[in-house]
């Protein structure tokens, strides 16, 4: 069974910009949940989807969005984007949504902002 | 609040050493509590988990117990080996339901030979 797959990789953007990453979940896993890594702030909790619902909030400004489709696949956005925003941002997948079900991740994207 | 604490790093072993990492973790309720383990370039592996007080999770030589009394989820292992060489991160999940996972700043080991 394949693993969570992100796209792209790798991301160079330029301040004021916006950017759309994405996220394929474990085949059958119907929650994904997203966290930006930083060397200043750790691994930081953006947000979780479930049945195409936005379950949870991580304390992130409204820059930050994204949605959730039938198939489960996630998407995140940052816009007007700042040079703190570089940084790994992971996204994770489950089979349902409960603290007991197992997350797996992905490879993250690297976005810079310069 | 919710949080989880660990040991500061780099933590510099040689080869067949014994490890601790230690976590420590604040929760309202009762968290499911995680290992996870970070190689150089890629994202974070589930090293073991433990669902409730006094289970021991264990995977690939690494051991941890659920201590609820003192709020412990500390990384044991016996004999570690070059290969180990990574970040370890310990979490807590959300006892409300969802799959939010609230991680420690994470302990990067290094294991010479």
């Known amino acids: 069974k394949a693993g969570v797959t992100q796209t792209p990789r790798y991301l160079i953007k330029t301040r004021g910009q916006q950017v759309t990453l994405s996220c394929s979940p474990i085949s059958g896993h119907r929650s994904v949940s997203w966290y930006q890594q930083t060397p200043g702030q750790g691994l930081q909790f953006l947000f979780e989807?479930?049945?195409?619902?936005?379950?949870n909030k991580g304390n992130f400004p409204g820059r930050f969005s994204g949605r959730q489709f039938s198939n489960s696949r996630s998407e995140m956005n940052v816009s007007t984007l700042e040079l703190g925003d570089s940084a790994l941002y992971l996204c994770?997948?489950?089979?349902?949504?409960?603290?007991?079900?197992?997350?797996?991740f992905g490879p993250g994207t690297r976005l810079t902002v310069t | 609040g919710n949080s989880v604490t660990q040991m500061e790093g780099p933590v510099t072993l040689s080869e067949e050493a014994f490890l601790t990492i230690n976590c420590t973790y604040t929760a309202t309720g009762y968290p499911s509590l995680f290992w996870y383990v970070q190689y150089p370039g890629e994202g974070l592996q589930l090293l073991l988990k433990?669902?409730?007080?006094?289970d021991k999770g264990s995977n690939k030589g690494f051991e941890a117990t659920y201590r609820k009394e003192t709020t412990s989820f500390h990384l044991e292992k016996g004999s570690v080996q070059v290969s180990d060489s990574a970040v370890y991160f310990c979490?807590?999940?959300?006892?409300?339901?969802?799959?939010?996972?609230?991680f420690g700043t994470g302990t990067q080991l290094k294991v010479e030979l």
């Open positions: 994770a997948s489950s089979l349902e949504q409960g603290q007991g079900y197992e997350q797996y």
């Open positions: 433990a669902t409730k007080a006094d």
């Open positions: 979490a807590r999940g959300d006892t409300g339901g969802g799959n939010k996972l609230t």
């Open positions: 989807y479930f049945s195409e619902t936005q379950r």
